[in-house]
């Protein structure tokens, strides 16, 4: 272990409780791995849009500005009240940042799990990724086939668990298909390609004619541009093909999901022989499951009494599932890495260019196909 | 029998295709009951908003004109576009209305359990209750004690069962207490009864400061006013303190479901050890199980992802309880019909003055403290 540097490079993000958010790197000293620890040099992490919510929270960005803290850029931001409510239990914490990633274990504790991870490649979940190297118990990490490339393991969690959890929550709630919004992403190309693979008829939401090219030359049969002024009407026809009952939406924000719900609303009234003033009696389930748009969710309850919008999280999914069902969604990541939960990067960058001011902003627009992959060790 | 007359007055309601509502009178001829039904003599139905929904629907009320059809009052409204989508499955059909009441047993078919009813007071279930008569199975009749004033006996459905869904909901669904709003209706003082007598903490939302000392002259402990300006901090209060998770509210537009989620999640967030970005685990659930405001719901998404906001309905609610609770339920109403269920009424009215249209047009108001009563034999 000679080879190893004395300190480590962290990234960490503070709300001070002056109204005023620093994204700044610290050096910390190297970790030793205790028995049942390994220690990563990490290669490979994503900017996920769950990574933004920490890394920038409720700042206001628009108010952002490039400074240097001992020799290494560092961002600041005003944080506006209603930010500084949200992220109130924070305040005063320098907080690491970075969901996942990838590496190679370069130290390992006693213990025999350990050890037997030397030299491994592995994929990496449990924060303070955004660093040169992390240290982890050995159940947070997992072992890749040797040879994996660095950014094919990065992104082995977040989506490709979440994609699967789309279509078993579907079958844990007794739906048969499943309507998909901002469905360009790189987890809405994982679940075109599930979905394909296990024949569940899925319902895309795009937002250009792009997109629509891009899921369709991967195989979907169904992609709805929500920019066409015939949106609705064409939603309403997928949806009566597929009689999608169960949609997950990232946007959040605006009328999308009310008008998935209104969607579902009349092909299930399609299908009724009775009238009744109450709407359909058919279940009809939207999932929030990110924030693209911050903006109020705006419903226009036209779809009867039996609906339900709900906020959709993995982690308290993975709890309900159970650990067999964990264990089963982890193990298709590994047998399908490099095909159904591929990740597409369009742009690689090192650990202090993710904090240059025109990189965040760009990063921080989340704009569908892009994605930034950082490379602490280029 | 021979006291029978030989025809029946029913109120109906039609849609026309081109886009007006119709509500009149039809004489049908006196039904004669099948070996396991009974004929009641309605001898009062209350107006519930839930009836409201099929009386008037989608039409534009502002437009409604009164009208004569065969010597009797009739009343006419346009139907704006929406309307008519909404409405689509009922155009043409001339559906009569009225959700439950109360009567005497005149007449009975030839099976024991009909004829045991003979001369008995019940209430009903079962719609078209806005008759002078009514022709049902047995099971769609409760017997009511001897004596019982059909006053009291006209509302043993809708409210009295709804209030104790709600309960019921909490204890099968993992909470310990409930907000509700616009909880000064003859509902919420029923289910400020419940919640007293069970020892279930309860937070009234209420739109006056008369509403709030009606409810505190029934015992509420807690009140809060939406129309004050604090009632944001308010309702943080009161939720902190009871600790609910769980909401019902019968409003449906507007900011306020958001509202509640909003405070709930204040209120999470303080019984939480370590800040999450997600905000708190706790589950927060709002029922929408009204509509008193038509416009769309505005979710200010400032409660994490565990939430969820759903509609309500009393019949699938009845279903999944199972028909043991659905017995205890109504046991109860029986048991407690003249206190906690006792509804009150501001407005006696006959069948055909209900087609007034100055009457409709304030029953259709919906102004809690307000509630009407058709008696259709004086």
Redesign the interface.
């Known amino acids: 272990m000679t080879d190893l540097p004395d300190t480590n490079l962290v990234m960490v993000t503070l709300v001070k409780p002056e109204g005023e958010l620093e994204v700044y790197f610290e050096r910390r000293a190297m970790p030793t791995p205790k028995p049942h620890e390994v220690l990563v040099k990490v290669l490979a992490t994503p900017i996920n849009p769950?990574d933004l919510?920490?890394l920038f929270?409720g700042a206001d960005m628009s108010t952002a500005r490039a400074g240097e803290r001992d020799g290494l850029p560092m961002l600041s931001a005003d944080v506006p009240p209603?930010g500084m409510r949200?992220m109130?239990?924070?305040i005063g914490?320098a907080l690491p940042i970075g969901n996942e990633g990838s590496g190679v274990v370069v130290a390992a504790g006693d213990s025999p799990e350990a050890q037997a991870l030397v030299g491994k490649t592995v994929a990496l979940l449990g924060g303070e990724m955004y660093a040169e190297y992390r240290c982890l118990p050995v159940q947070m990490v997992m072992e890749l086939p040797d040879g994996t490339d660095p950014a094919d393991g990065a992104s082995c969690f977040v989506n490709p668990l979440t994609s699967q959890a789309f279509v078993e929550t579907m079958r844990m709630e007794g739906h048969s298909a499943i309507v998909h919004t901002a469905a360009a992403s790189n987890l809405g190309q994982m679940l075109v390609k599930i979905c394909a693979k296990d024949g569940v008829p899925l319902v895309n939401i795009v937002r250009s004619e792009a997109q629509v090219k891009l899921l369709k030359d991967l195989g979907a049969e169904y992609v709805v541009n929500s920019c066409d002024e015939d949106f609705q009407a064409k939603l309403i026809e997928a949806i009566t093909a597929t009689e999608a009952t169960l949609g997950f939406d990232a946007i959040?924000?605006g009328k999308l999901a009310?008008q998935i719900l209104s969607a579902m609303e009349v092909a299930a009234?399609k299908r009724?022989k009775n009238?009744?003033?109450?709407g359909s009696?058919t279940m009809k389930q939207v999932y929030?499951?990110g924030?693209l748009d911050?903006g109020?969710?705006?419903?226009?309850?036209?779809?009867?009494?039996?609906?339900?919008?709900?906020?959709?999280?993995l982690t308290?999914f993975l709890q309900k599932a159970g650990p067999e069902v964990a264990a089963r969604l982890r193990k298709r990541v590994v047998d399908e890495l490099t095909t159904t939960f591929k990740s597409h990067y369009s742009h690689n960058i090192s650990l202090t260019e993710a904090l240059s001011l025109d990189v965040a902003q760009a990063y921080n627009a989340k704009r569908t196909g892009e994605k930034y992959l950082i490379r602490p060790h280029g």
Chains 1, 2 share one sequence.
């Open positions: 769950s919510g920490l929270g209603p949200a109130s239990g924070r914490d959040g924000g009310g009234v009724m009238y009744s003033r109450y009696d929030i499951y924030a911050l109020p969710t705006i419903l226009n309850r036209s779809f009867g009494l039996t609906w339900s919008l709900s906020g959709f999280l308290p």
